[in-house]
Protein backbone atom coordinates (compact mmCIF):
# COMPACT_ATOMS: atom_id res chain seq x y z
CA UNK A 1 0.00 0.00 0.00
CA UNK A 2 1.13 3.39 -0.64
CA UNK A 3 3.33 5.39 1.95
CA UNK A 4 -0.15 7.37 2.63
CA UNK A 5 -1.62 4.80 4.13
CA UNK A 6 1.29 2.85 6.06
CA UNK A 7 0.08 4.15 9.43
CA UNK A 8 -3.33 2.24 8.57
CA UNK A 9 -1.54 -0.69 7.23
CA UNK A 10 0.75 -0.35 10.66
CA UNK A 11 -2.32 -0.70 13.01
CA UNK A 12 -2.45 -3.94 15.21
CA UNK A 13 0.90 -5.36 13.52
CA UNK A 14 2.96 -4.74 15.98
CA UNK A 15 2.44 -8.26 17.62
CA UNK A 16 2.20 -10.65 14.58
CA UNK A 17 4.20 -13.20 14.80
CA UNK A 18 7.51 -13.97 13.02
CA UNK A 19 6.95 -15.87 9.74
CA UNK A 20 9.37 -17.25 7.31
CA UNK A 21 8.88 -18.11 4.28
CA UNK A 22 11.44 -20.44 2.17
CA UNK A 23 11.93 -19.81 -1.52
CA UNK A 24 12.61 -22.72 -3.48
CA UNK A 25 16.53 -22.79 -4.29
CA UNK A 26 17.30 -21.78 -8.07
CA UNK A 27 19.36 -24.42 -8.47
CA UNK A 28 20.34 -27.40 -6.66
CA UNK A 29 20.42 -26.19 -2.94
CA UNK A 30 23.64 -25.01 -1.21
CA UNK A 31 25.36 -24.39 -4.77
CA UNK A 32 28.65 -21.98 -4.39
CA UNK A 33 29.09 -18.82 -6.01
CA UNK A 34 28.74 -15.07 -6.19
CA UNK A 35 24.98 -14.88 -7.90
CA UNK A 36 21.92 -16.26 -7.20
CA UNK A 37 22.54 -19.54 -7.06
CA UNK A 38 24.85 -19.70 -3.72
CA UNK A 39 21.82 -17.76 -1.88
CA UNK A 40 18.65 -18.81 0.13
CA UNK A 41 16.27 -16.17 -0.34
CA UNK A 42 13.70 -16.16 2.83
CA UNK A 43 10.36 -13.95 2.64
CA UNK A 44 8.98 -12.28 5.35
CA UNK A 45 5.65 -11.15 5.97
CA UNK A 46 5.12 -7.16 7.21
CA UNK A 47 2.91 -4.65 8.02
CA UNK A 48 -0.96 -5.82 6.04
CA UNK A 49 0.44 -7.08 3.11
CA UNK A 50 4.11 -6.19 2.89
CA UNK A 51 6.86 -8.40 2.05
CA UNK A 52 10.38 -8.39 3.29
CA UNK A 53 13.27 -10.28 1.60
CA UNK A 54 16.30 -11.90 3.48
CA UNK A 55 19.13 -13.43 0.97
CA UNK A 56 21.16 -15.18 2.75
CA UNK A 57 25.00 -15.70 1.17
CA UNK A 58 25.21 -19.71 1.81
CA UNK A 59 29.05 -19.67 2.09
CA UNK A 60 29.52 -17.17 4.55
CA UNK A 61 26.74 -16.82 6.21
CA UNK A 62 26.36 -12.98 5.57
CA UNK A 63 23.00 -11.82 4.59
CA UNK A 64 21.36 -8.92 2.92
CA UNK A 65 17.57 -7.23 3.73
CA UNK A 66 15.48 -5.97 1.46
CA UNK A 67 12.97 -3.39 2.33
CA UNK A 68 12.93 -4.62 6.11
CA UNK A 69 10.28 -2.31 7.30
CA UNK A 70 9.85 -4.07 10.57
CA UNK A 71 13.16 -4.04 11.93
CA UNK A 72 12.53 -6.36 14.80
CA UNK A 73 11.48 -9.20 12.39
CA UNK A 74 14.28 -8.83 10.35
CA UNK A 75 16.48 -8.55 13.38
CA UNK A 76 15.07 -12.04 14.94
CA UNK A 77 14.92 -13.70 11.61
CA UNK A 78 18.54 -13.16 11.51
CA UNK A 79 19.29 -14.33 14.54
CA UNK A 80 17.10 -17.55 14.17
CA UNK A 81 19.32 -18.00 11.30
CA UNK A 82 22.80 -17.34 12.53
CA UNK A 83 23.41 -14.84 9.65
CA UNK A 84 25.40 -11.60 10.07
CA UNK A 85 23.33 -8.69 8.56
CA UNK A 86 25.47 -6.55 6.42
CA UNK A 87 23.59 -4.90 3.87
CA UNK A 88 20.06 -3.47 3.74
CA UNK A 89 18.80 -2.55 0.20
CA UNK A 90 15.58 0.10 -0.20
CA UNK A 91 13.66 0.05 -3.05
CA UNK A 92 12.14 3.55 -2.55
CA UNK A 93 11.56 5.99 0.35
CA UNK A 94 8.37 5.31 1.19
CA UNK A 95 7.66 4.66 5.15
CA UNK A 96 6.08 1.08 4.56
CA UNK A 97 9.33 -0.33 2.79
CA UNK A 98 12.14 2.34 4.53
CA UNK A 99 10.80 2.10 7.97
CA UNK A 100 12.69 0.15 9.38
CA UNK A 101 16.33 1.53 8.32
CA UNK A 102 17.24 3.49 11.05
CA UNK A 103 16.43 1.01 13.87
CA UNK A 104 18.76 -1.41 11.73
CA UNK A 105 21.52 1.18 11.56
CA UNK A 106 21.19 1.79 15.05
CA UNK A 107 21.46 -1.71 16.28
CA UNK A 108 24.64 -2.75 14.02
CA UNK A 109 26.65 -0.06 13.14
CA UNK A 110 28.37 -1.57 10.01
CA UNK A 111 25.38 -2.04 8.57
CA UNK A 112 25.14 -0.32 4.64
CA UNK A 113 22.03 1.13 3.88
CA UNK A 114 21.82 1.69 -0.07
CA UNK A 115 19.33 3.53 -1.70
CA UNK A 116 18.80 5.07 -5.02
CA UNK A 117 20.12 8.54 -5.44
CA UNK A 118 16.99 10.28 -6.55
CA UNK A 119 15.12 8.81 -3.44
CA UNK A 120 18.44 8.80 -1.17
CA UNK A 121 17.41 12.26 0.14
CA UNK A 122 14.11 11.27 1.76
CA UNK A 123 15.42 7.76 2.46
CA UNK A 124 16.25 7.12 6.37
CA UNK A 125 20.06 6.51 7.80
CA UNK A 126 21.46 5.75 3.93
CA UNK A 127 25.59 5.26 3.75
CA UNK A 128 25.37 4.57 -0.02
CA UNK A 129 23.52 6.06 -2.79
CA UNK A 130 23.56 3.65 -6.10
CA UNK A 131 22.83 4.87 -9.99
CA UNK A 132 20.91 3.02 -12.98
CA UNK A 133 23.28 0.10 -14.08
CA UNK A 134 25.46 0.29 -10.81
CA UNK A 135 27.05 -3.31 -9.96
CA UNK A 136 27.83 -3.74 -5.96
CA UNK A 137 28.56 -6.85 -4.14
CA UNK A 138 26.85 -7.47 -0.86
CA UNK A 139 27.31 -10.09 1.23
CA UNK A 140 29.54 -11.79 -1.45
CA UNK A 141 26.85 -11.81 -3.87
CA UNK A 142 26.82 -9.56 -6.98
CA UNK A 143 23.60 -7.45 -7.44
CA UNK A 144 22.70 -4.93 -10.55
CA UNK A 145 21.09 -1.77 -9.73
CA UNK A 146 18.02 -0.49 -11.89
CA UNK A 147 16.63 2.69 -11.85
CA UNK A 148 12.92 1.75 -12.50
CA UNK A 149 11.23 5.54 -11.58
CA UNK A 150 7.49 6.04 -11.32
CA UNK A 151 5.56 4.71 -8.74
CA UNK A 152 8.85 7.00 -6.94
CA UNK A 153 11.24 9.36 -9.16
CA UNK A 154 14.48 7.49 -7.48
CA UNK A 155 12.84 3.44 -7.51
CA UNK A 156 15.20 1.13 -7.56
CA UNK A 157 15.01 -2.33 -8.39
CA UNK A 158 17.79 -4.76 -7.15
CA UNK A 159 18.71 -7.45 -9.30
CA UNK A 160 20.66 -10.76 -7.84
CA UNK A 161 22.74 -11.85 -10.69
CA UNK A 162 22.95 -15.71 -11.65
CA UNK A 163 21.40 -18.59 -13.94
CA UNK A 164 18.09 -17.51 -12.51
CA UNK A 165 18.00 -14.05 -11.41
CA UNK A 166 16.45 -12.72 -8.37
CA UNK A 167 14.49 -9.42 -9.59
CA UNK A 168 13.38 -7.38 -6.06
CA UNK A 169 11.52 -4.69 -8.04
CA UNK A 170 9.48 -3.01 -4.92
CA UNK A 171 6.25 -1.39 -5.95
CA UNK A 172 7.14 -0.61 -9.85
CA UNK A 173 6.35 -4.47 -10.93
CA UNK A 174 3.95 -6.61 -8.83
CA UNK A 175 2.21 -9.97 -9.92
CA UNK A 176 -0.32 -9.21 -12.52
CA UNK A 177 0.52 -5.75 -11.53
CA UNK A 178 2.57 -2.55 -11.48
CA UNK A 179 2.65 0.10 -9.15
CA UNK A 180 0.62 3.75 -8.76
CA UNK A 181 2.23 6.09 -11.15
CA UNK A 182 2.67 8.46 -8.29
CA UNK A 183 5.94 10.61 -9.59
CA UNK A 184 5.83 9.73 -13.25
CA UNK A 185 4.08 9.16 -16.58
CA UNK A 186 2.91 6.57 -18.29
CA UNK A 187 6.03 6.98 -20.55
CA UNK A 188 8.00 6.23 -17.24
CA UNK A 189 6.29 3.25 -16.46
CA UNK A 190 6.80 2.41 -20.29
CA UNK A 191 10.72 2.92 -19.60
CA UNK A 192 10.80 1.07 -16.17
CA UNK A 193 8.89 -2.14 -17.11
CA UNK A 194 11.09 -2.39 -20.99
CA UNK A 195 14.24 -2.70 -18.85
CA UNK A 196 12.61 -6.15 -17.11
CA UNK A 197 11.58 -7.16 -20.65
CA UNK A 198 15.94 -7.45 -21.15
CA UNK A 199 16.04 -9.88 -18.62
CA UNK A 200 16.00 -13.58 -18.94
CA UNK A 201 12.42 -15.21 -18.47
CA UNK A 202 13.42 -17.60 -16.12
CA UNK A 203 13.76 -14.62 -13.68
CA UNK A 204 12.13 -14.57 -10.45
CA UNK A 205 10.05 -11.77 -9.15
CA UNK A 206 10.05 -10.51 -6.07
CA UNK A 207 8.07 -7.94 -5.32
CA UNK A 208 6.80 -5.33 -2.36
CA UNK A 209 3.38 -6.48 -1.45
CA UNK A 210 1.03 -9.21 -1.64
CA UNK A 211 -1.68 -7.77 -4.22
CA UNK A 212 -1.93 -10.79 -6.50
CA UNK A 213 -5.41 -11.48 -6.13
CA UNK A 214 -7.19 -8.12 -6.84
CA UNK A 215 -4.15 -7.84 -9.91
CA UNK A 216 -5.70 -10.81 -11.40
CA UNK A 217 -9.11 -10.12 -10.95
CA UNK A 218 -8.42 -6.78 -12.77
CA UNK A 219 -6.37 -8.52 -15.32
CA UNK A 220 -9.26 -11.01 -15.53
CA UNK A 221 -11.65 -8.11 -15.85
CA UNK A 222 -10.08 -6.80 -19.49
CA UNK A 223 -9.72 -10.61 -20.69
CA UNK A 224 -13.30 -12.16 -19.04
CA UNK A 225 -12.64 -15.58 -21.70
CA UNK A 226 -8.89 -15.80 -20.69
CA UNK A 227 -9.07 -19.51 -19.20
CA UNK A 228 -5.07 -19.25 -18.13
CA UNK A 229 -5.85 -15.79 -15.85
CA UNK A 230 -8.89 -17.96 -14.36
CA UNK A 231 -6.62 -20.56 -13.76
CA UNK A 232 -4.02 -18.37 -12.05
CA UNK A 233 -6.51 -16.45 -9.90
CA UNK A 234 -7.96 -19.95 -8.17
CA UNK A 235 -3.67 -20.62 -7.68
CA UNK A 236 -3.60 -17.84 -5.84
CA UNK A 237 -6.72 -17.61 -4.23
CA UNK A 238 -6.07 -21.00 -2.82
CA UNK A 239 -2.53 -20.26 -1.52
CA UNK A 240 -3.40 -17.16 0.22
CA UNK A 241 -6.57 -19.17 2.01
CA UNK A 242 -3.36 -20.78 3.23
CA UNK A 243 -2.20 -17.77 4.21
CA UNK A 244 0.68 -18.80 1.55
CA UNK A 245 2.51 -16.08 -0.62
CA UNK A 246 1.69 -16.04 -4.19
CA UNK A 247 5.33 -14.70 -4.91
CA UNK A 248 7.77 -15.15 -6.31
CA UNK A 249 6.45 -14.98 -10.14
CA UNK A 250 8.59 -15.55 -12.96
CA UNK A 251 9.17 -12.93 -15.76
CA UNK A 252 7.73 -15.57 -17.95
CA UNK A 253 4.54 -15.82 -16.11
CA UNK A 254 4.48 -12.46 -16.15
CA UNK A 255 4.29 -12.22 -19.52
CA UNK A 256 1.18 -14.19 -19.76
CA UNK A 257 -0.62 -12.38 -16.92
CA UNK A 258 0.76 -8.82 -16.11
CA UNK A 259 -1.86 -6.77 -18.30
CA UNK A 260 1.21 -3.76 -17.66
CA UNK A 261 3.95 -5.50 -18.86
CA UNK A 262 2.19 -7.20 -21.98
CA UNK A 263 1.15 -3.44 -23.12
CA UNK A 264 5.16 -2.10 -22.43
CA UNK A 265 6.07 -5.22 -24.51
CA UNK A 266 3.50 -4.64 -27.28
CA UNK A 267 4.66 -1.03 -27.58
CA UNK A 268 1.41 0.24 -27.01
CA UNK A 269 0.38 4.15 -26.90
CA UNK A 270 1.61 6.45 -23.93
CA UNK A 271 -1.98 7.19 -23.65
CA UNK A 272 -2.83 3.47 -23.40
CA UNK A 273 -0.97 1.95 -20.63
CA UNK A 274 -2.19 5.67 -19.13
CA UNK A 275 -6.09 4.12 -19.15
CA UNK A 276 -4.67 0.80 -17.54
CA UNK A 277 -3.38 2.68 -14.82
CA UNK A 278 -6.50 4.60 -14.47
CA UNK A 279 -8.58 1.15 -15.03
CA UNK A 280 -6.71 -0.34 -12.02
CA UNK A 281 -7.15 2.86 -9.47
CA UNK A 282 -10.84 2.52 -9.73
CA UNK A 283 -11.36 -0.84 -10.35
CA UNK A 284 -12.41 -1.22 -6.58
CA UNK A 285 -14.80 1.46 -4.15
CA UNK A 286 -11.55 1.16 -2.42
CA UNK A 287 -9.13 1.75 -5.04
CA UNK A 288 -10.77 5.06 -6.17
CA UNK A 289 -10.79 6.59 -2.66
CA UNK A 290 -7.32 6.16 -2.58
CA UNK A 291 -7.06 7.32 -5.58
CA UNK A 292 -9.41 10.81 -4.96
CA UNK A 293 -6.76 11.53 -1.78
CA UNK A 294 -3.56 11.12 -3.58
CA UNK A 295 -5.04 13.18 -6.02
CA UNK A 296 -6.20 15.66 -3.72
CA UNK A 297 -2.46 15.03 -2.23
CA UNK A 298 -0.55 15.97 -5.29
CA UNK A 299 -3.22 18.76 -5.87
CA UNK A 300 -1.68 20.61 -2.74
CA UNK A 301 2.04 18.90 -2.84
CA UNK A 302 3.06 18.67 -6.49
CA UNK A 303 6.51 16.82 -5.48
CA UNK A 304 5.29 14.97 -3.03
ZN1 LIG B 1 4.74 -0.12 -0.85
Known amino acids: MDALFA ?47 LIVNNATKQAVAVDPVDSKKMLDCCTMLSVDLVAVLTTHYHSDHSGGNAALAAALPSLEVVAGEKDADRTPAVTRRVADEERCHWA ?19 LLEGQSPGLFCGDTLFVAGCGRFMEGTSATMKASLSKFLTLPETTRIFCGHEY ?5 EYA ?29 STLAEELQQNPFLRAAQKGCSDEEMSQLRRGKDTFTTLGTVITWVLDVKSFFKPDG
Open 212 to 216: TVGNL
Open 140 to 158: GLQFRCLATPCHTRGHISY
Open 7 to 53: WFQGLGSEASPLQVHEVAPATAAGAAGAGAEGAAIKMIPALSDNYMY
Open 220 to 248: LSLEPSNTLLKERLQEACEKRRQQLPTIP
